[in-house]
């Protein structure tokens, strides 16, 4: 007797087929940078609108000089 795996989420989460090809793309960045997924991403696929919002944010945020991560100057 099999018992079935409970869903990893009660939204929907698409295949990487299925997902349009900019957030196919950006995913598969993601996995190669980091060895993973994080089911967040694969989550906010399911909702293109605003998985494109959430990583225009995120880019906003990340991708620029004085970005959240980056190590402050040392004061003098």
Known sequence: MTTAQPPVSRFPVPALA???DDIRE???AVQEKSGFVPNVFLVLA???DEFRAFFAYHD???DKPGNLISPRPSAR
Request: glycine share 0%; charged share 35%; proline share 17%.
């Open 46 to 48: 399911h909702r293109p």
């Open 60 to 62: 906003a945020l990340m």
């Open 18 to 20: 299925e997902m349009p």
């Open 26 to 28: 950006r995913v598969e």
